[in-house]
Nanobody
Framework: QVRLEESGGGLVQPGGSLTLSCAAS????????MSWYRQTPGKERELVAT???????KYTNSVKGRFTISTDNAKNTWWLHLTSLKPEDTAVYYC??????????????WGQGTQVTVSS
């Protein structure tokens, strides 16, 4: 069994910064690809950023230049650094272990979600 533990959400003023973290634990051989998604009420979950095992990162256009995804593969931990935050960044942020290699194969897991609220 694999568990993802998220932390780091909260209330921040426009223009401020936050760092979200996600730690995977359990029966893991490798976490191959990791992502961050976000969701607001009534809308579909949106892919924000992805990083592959070799460190290649991709971002949705609305966060390019403001958010940075990073990872420590040895610790099965990844982060999303959010800067220059805007009210429209307000959402529940979910970490995603897109491809986790375990002894039983490759699986996908979600974190529990953490609320980010950008407001003055």
């Amino acid at each position: 069994q694999v568990r993802l533990e998220e932390s780091g959400g909260g209330l921040v003023q426009p223009g401020g910064s936050l760092t979200l973290s996600c730690a995977a634990s359990g029966n893991i051989v490798h976490v191959l690809d990791m992502s961050w998604y976000r969701q607001t009420p009534g809308k579909e979950r949106e892919l924000v950023a992805t990083i592959t095992f070799d460190g290649t990162a991709k971002y949705t256009n609305s966060v390019k230049g403001r958010f940075t995804i990073s990872t420590d593969n040895a610790k099965n931990t990844w982060w999303l650094h959010l800067t220059s935050l805007k009210p429209e960044d307000t959402a529940v942020y979910y970490c995603s272990a897109d491809r986790v290699l375990t002894e039983t194969g490759v699986h996908h897991y979600w974190g529990q979600g953490t609320q980010v609220t950008v407001s003055s």
